[in-house]
Nanobody
Framework: QVQLVESGGGLVQTGGSLRLSCAASGRTFSSYAMGWFRQAPGKEREFVASITLSAGRTFYADSVKGRFTISRDNAKNTVYLQMNSLKPEDTAVYYC?????????????????WGQGTQVTVSS
């Protein structure tokens, strides 16, 4: 089992920045690829970013490419999502997830463990 706890969400103005953190406990964090997903009201949960076990490769949704950066610190069992130039359409609950995979999945069905989510609200 892996337990994931997100933090860092909040209310920010358009153009602002937030840094989300996801702390993992349980089995070896470095054995899991990590991802961030988000879900806006009335919409399906969608992929945001993912990172491989050793942080060698990262992947991003087109909607956040160039604005968001995913990173991980295996020594701290934590994955981060730095979000810059935020837009109102980025408003959602953001979830981190762990996948027993050597690649960095972009499909939520490939993820085994999920956090409870953290709310990000971008005001216009």
């Amino acid at each position: 089992q892996v337990q994931l706890v997100e933090s860092g969400g909040g209310l920010v103005q358009t153009g602002g920045s937030l840094r989300l953190s996801c702390a993992a406990s349980g089995r070896t964090f470095s054995s899991y690829a990590m991802g961030w997903f988000r879900q806006a009201p009335g919409k399906e949960r969608e992929f945001v970013a993912s990172i491989t076990l050793s942080a060698g490769r990262t992947f991003y949704a087109d909607s956040v490419k160039g604005r968001f950066t995913i990173s991980r610190d295996n020594a701290k069992n934590t994955v981060y999502l730095q979000m810059n130039s935020l837009k109102p359409e980025d408003t959602a609950v953001y979830y981190c997830a762990a996948a027993s995979a050597i690649w960095a999945p972009t499909n939520l069905k490939d993820y085994n463990y999920w956090g409870q989510g953290t709310q990000v609200t971008v005001s216009s």
